[in-house]
């Protein structure tokens, strides 16, 4: 019978599932062999017991009824020690029961010939008026144990036969359920897959009958069923693909102007493309051995690496054509197996364009050199005189903020003097009244009272004033100082801000807007203050020019707070912001979107070139168009010696 028809009988028929019979072997061998072995203890417990049962009969007759038949024989009560013994031989298990004495022989029951067991006990009676034990005679007992081995063996094999009986009933059943919830499914997913086609695949999915009450709702056999359309579904797009892949490989083949070849293992083409198939003037079936078709044209090295049988690469050679000549460069895999060499996957690729152009740019490199020459001369004169201007700019931005500094001070400074002097008019004028006033014995005391009343508002006047251009002038020696110097010191951070926002006064007055300067009061730093300041002024500045054109209510803050041994330092205002596109530009020198108009370009710049190289910190910038511009900084709290070195050498 064919494996075809096997797996058809299968499906029809459990008893001719392969694995159904196995199974039901396995279960009828197992199930007998334990059968077989708990009947043989369940025969050996009930002889046990049967045996049990004898000798509790013969221990009755000793110890209950003995003492009643040696009472009845020792008033000589014959006929009732006979009636006794009759009635004992029809208990069970008793089958046969003599009184044995001198004079007297009782029986009852009929000997047993066969197997049996056998007890005497002797009948002794307990005088009451004497007080003496005097044996009478003794008791016989026959048991036949051969019925107990005829109906243990009966018993046996009954049992046996219906554990058989019910062990195969129990496996004829499982073989049924596993037929319907196992086989048929089994062979409905084999079958599926024997008629499944990944070149011409069929919509329909793997679907397996369902019995109701045996089957699980979904089971082992139902993930297997999806695993199975898994696996199928891929296939078919994995040879949807192959073939795709084969048919654009063929299609690149064709139309590459590339060489692409294969061979055997006796270096034999098997495949090469149409392009070196017209080179060589090969027909469509010839498929001749290549290293005698490139030996015929010279090329001695790739013949040479086409004996080495192994990878190779830059393989150039010249191959005539004609009346000319064109440069190629061959490359391949060498393939090897359980048997060694199996050939070679490779390509041709011309470069006689390349090489053209290769000998072009050999003839315009002799004359390079000489053109590099002169324009790296000419370079170094047009760096050397840029940088002398951009040192000549920076020196001018700075001299330019602190001459608009020291204006917009002097300015501020004016109002509390001009204030200060008018105050002071008003007390000489009121001196004067009072004098002439005393003098010419006119003096009211309601008029005294006036005149002493102006002369102290003026006084206080005065005073408020000469207080407010005093600390004026201290912020401004602070932070003119600050901007000049660059020597290293221990300053207060909060103390040095609020100085410079005040300097600052004059032209964050024009927005208007009032920077605030959030952070502990009790932070200091060992730097170099004149260069904080000079950023933060630049950052304000930045803001004031650029920031808040179209800004209602103007802001800026300024927040630092410690980190580790670092400082944190964020400045943020709330003006137009700065265009993504534009942010890998502000740092850049001379960049400004108010050439002019009285931009430089360099405010950021400098920003950046003090906050990396004068206080070795770091610096970061977030903006979006129309949420303003933030600047963080992240700067030591301490400055190192050999930074402090650096300064020093920078100011010489």
Request: proline share 3%.
């Amino acid at each position: 019978m064919t494996r075809s028809h096997k797996f058809d009988d299968s499906i029809r028929n459990p008893f001719f599932s392969l694995v159904g019979r196995r199974i039901l072997l396995i279960m009828v061998c197992l199930s007998g062999f334990f059968t077989l072995l708990t009947t043989v203890l369940q025969s050996y417990w009930q002889y046990d017991e049967a045996f049990s049962q004898v000798e509790n009969r013969h221990d009755e007759i000793e110890h209950i009824h003995a003492e009643l038949i040696a009472s009845s024989l020792w008033i000589y009560d014959l006929t009732s020690v006979q009636e006794r013994i009759d009635g004992l031989v029809n208990l069970p298990h008793v089958d046969y029961l003599a009184i044995r004495s001198e004079n007297y022989l009782f029986e009852a029951g009929k000997p047993v010939d066969l197997k049996k067991m056998v007890n005497e006990y002797p009948l002794e009676y307990d005088d009451p008026d004497t007080g003496k034990t005097q044996r009478v005679c003794t008791v016989y007992v026959e048991s036949n144990i051969q019925t107990i081995y005829t109906e243990l063996t009966q018993r046996f094999f009954i049992t046996l036969l219906l554990n058989l009986i019910k062990t195969l009933l129990v496996c004829f059943f499982i073989l049924l359920v596993f037929h319907y919830t196992v086989s048929q499914r089994v062979f409905k997913i084999a079958q599926f897959l024997r008629h499944y086609n990944p070149l011409d695949p069929k919509d329909d999915k793997l679907i397996l009958p369902r019995k109701r009450f045996i089957m699980e709702r979904e089971d082992e056999l139902d993930w297997l069923t999806d695993e199975a359309n898994k696996i199928t579904n891929n296939m078919s797009t994995l040879y949807r693909n192959i073939m795709l892949e084969r048919e654009r490989l063929s299609d690149f083949t064709h139309v590459s102007s590339d060489w692409l070849w294969e061979t055997d293992a006796d270096l034999k083409l098997t495949f090469c493309s149409e392009p070196m198939r017209q080179a060589f003037g090969l027909g469509a079936n010839r498929f001749p051995n290549l290293k005698d078709l490139v030996h015929g044209i010279g090329c001695q090295q790739f013949v040479t690496y086409l004996n080495h049988q192994q990878d190779f690469a830059m393989c150039e050679e010249t191959i005539p054509f004609g009346e000319q000549s064109r440069y190629f460069v061959f490359q391949a895999i060498a393939h090897h197996g359980v048997n060694g060499f199996r050939g070679f996957r490779g390509t041709g690729i011309d470069i006689t364009e390349l090489k053209a152009a290769q000998f072009e740019l050999e003839a315009l490199n002799q004359n390079l050199e000489l053109t590099v020459d002169e324009r790296t001369r000419e370079l170094q004169e047009s760096m050397e005189h840029l940088t002398a201007a951009q040192e000549q700019l920076v020196e001018s931005e700075k001299l330019a903020a602190l001459g608009s500094l020291v204006a917009g001070v002097a300015h501020e400074v004016n109002t509390p003097l001009g204030i200060a002097v008018t105050a002071s008019s008003v007390v000489q004028d009121v001196t004067k009244t009072l004098n002439q006033a005393f003098e010419n014995q006119t003096l009211t005391s309601t008029q005294f009272a006036s005149l002493i009343h102006q002369a102290n508002e003026s006084v206080q006047m005065l005073e408020h004033n000469l207080t407010r251009a005093t600390r004026l002038i201290r912020d401004f020696k602070q932070t003119a100082v600050d901007q000049v110097s660059e020597a290293l010191t221990e300053f207060d951070v909060k103390q040095t801000l609020d100085a410079l926002i005040a300097s600052l006064h004059p032209e964050t007055r024009k927005v208007p807007v009032t920077p605030q300067v959030v952070g502990d009061n009790n932070i200091r730093m060992y730097s170099l203050p004149g260069v904080i300041t000079q950023i933060i002024s630049n950052l304000v500045m930045n803001s004031i020019n650029h920031a808040f054109e179209d800004t209602q209510s103007p802001e800026i803050i300024i927040e630092f707070e410690t980190q580790d041994d670092h400082l944190y330092l964020s400045y943020q205002d709330n003006g137009c912001g700065i265009d993504p596109a534009l942010h890998h530009r502000i740092f850049e020198p001379f960049y400004t979107t108010k050439r002019g108009r009285g931009g430089s370009g360099l405010g950021l710049n400098l920003v950046f070139n003090l906050v990396r190289q004068k206080l070795e910190g770091e610096l970061q910038f977030e903006s979006e168009p129309g949420k303003g511009a933030k600047f963080m900084f992240l700067i030591p709290l301490s400055l190192s010696t050999r930074s402090s070195r650096n300064v020093s050498k920078d100011k010489h």
